[in-house]
């Protein structure tokens, strides 16, 4: 079994930082690219950021010079620094891999939990 944790979610004024952390364990053998999503009530998951193996990164437009997504691959750890928060970032965010699981050759995808950030005005 694959896990995705995720952890560093809480309450924040306006303005203010916070840094979500996602760990991968379990039989890895390798990942592809972890990203972070998030979902508000009444709308659908969406992409904020993801990072590849590489170092590559995505990011949504809405948060493009306020979030900045990182990892430790040594970790299968991915992050997500937020900073200069606005009321509208308050949602359930979501770690997402693509990974490789031990003794298989074929990628899968997995969920966190989720970790819930909320935003005051």
């Known amino acids: 079994q694959v896990q995705l944790v995720e952890s560093g979610g809480g309450l924040v004024q306006a303005g203010g930082s916070l840094r979500l952390s996602c760990a991968a364990s379990?039989?890895?053998?390798?990942?592809?690219?972890m990203g972070w999503y998030r979902q508000t009530p009444g709308k659908q998951r969406e992409l904020v950021a993801t990072i590849a193996r590489g170092g590559v990164t995505t990011s949504a437009d809405s948060v493009k010079g306020r979030f900045t997504i990182s990892r430790d691959n040594a970790k299968n750890t991915v992050y997500l620094q937020m900073n200069s928060l606005k009321p509208e970032d308050t949602a359930v965010y979501y770690c997402?891999?693509?990974?490789?699981?031990?003794?298989?050759?074929?990628?899968?995808?997995?969920w966190g939990q989720g970790t819930q950030v909320t935003v005051s005005s």
């Open positions: 997402n891999a693509d990974l490789v699981v031990a003794l298989s050759s074929r990628q899968k995808n997995y």
């Open positions: 379990g039989s890895i053998f390798s990942i592809k690219s």
